[in-house]
């Protein structure tokens, strides 16, 4: 008796949701990005409604404010997640001799940085001025250099965390510490009266970019 054989449906491509999660920050990132560059009047509005806002609180709260400043030039500060990509990079390296990724985490921190420092200089937005300033801050204000930063590490480490198969407690973990840090210091440079809340988007956009493309390149080059 001949059985005929039924040719299964074709799974759906295995790029496609990868493709997704780059295009998608990409694009909005690329929205936002000329928005700013046009000063686009209601979103310029918002911007300044929210921080006038929020810098009223500022001064108003001065313990939460000295809070604030602790966390974004300490905890949350781009040299703090740098120290913390560079002792990932040596565990990969000597621990586990994943040589190839740590240099492939070390160099997509530092294209990151490279296009936040050329985004600033070529917007060259200004950042807010207060009569009465809680605190300070140098260079161009687009985007936010400790939310874009901060978005670029913490994603490619819980990506890494991930991709080695640690412990889902471990994986959680991790996850709640680095929401917390990526909004958090977004929330601080904003209540600081340091960066209009689009810098800070920009910031969480273009990292979620950066991220998503690292991890492209890394499945196709290290499947």
Not at 79 to 85: A, H, I
Request: proline share 7%.
């Amino acid at each position: 008796m001949h059985t005929s054989h039924v040719d299964s449906p074709p799974s759906p491509p295995q790029h496609r949701p990868a493709t997704l999660s780059t295009v998608v920050p990409a694009l909005c990132s690329a929205l936002l990005l000329a928005l700013v560059a046009v000063e686009w009047r209601p979103l310029l509005d918002l911007d300044g409604d929210i921080s006038r806002t929020t810098h009223r609180w500022a001064v108003a709260e001065p313990g939460l404010t000295q809070t604030a400043r602790i966390l974004t030039d300490w905890v949350w500060d781009p040299w703090t997640m740098r120290v913390l990509v560079a002792v990932a990079a040596a565990l990969l390296a000597w621990r586990y001799a994943a040589r190839w990724t740590a240099a492939w985490l070390v160099v997509t921190v530092a294209v990151g940085t490279a296009v936040q420092q050329g985004l600033k200089a070529a917007l060259d937005r200004a950042r807010p001025v207060w009569p009465d300033p809680v605190d300070s801050a140098h260079y161009a204000a687009f985007p936010s250099g400790h939310a874009m930063t901060a978005t670029v590490v913490c994603g490619l480490l819980l990506w890494l965390l991930h991709r080695h198969r640690v412990s889902a407690g471990v994986r959680r973990a991790a996850l709640v510490l680095a929401v917390v840090s990526v909004a958090g210091v977004g929330l601080t440079r904003v209540w600081l009266g340091v960066h209009w809340p689009t810098d800070v988007l920009g910031g969480w956009l273009l990292g979620a970019t950066v991220v998503a493309a690292a991890a492209a390149v890394h499945k196709r080059l290290r499947p």
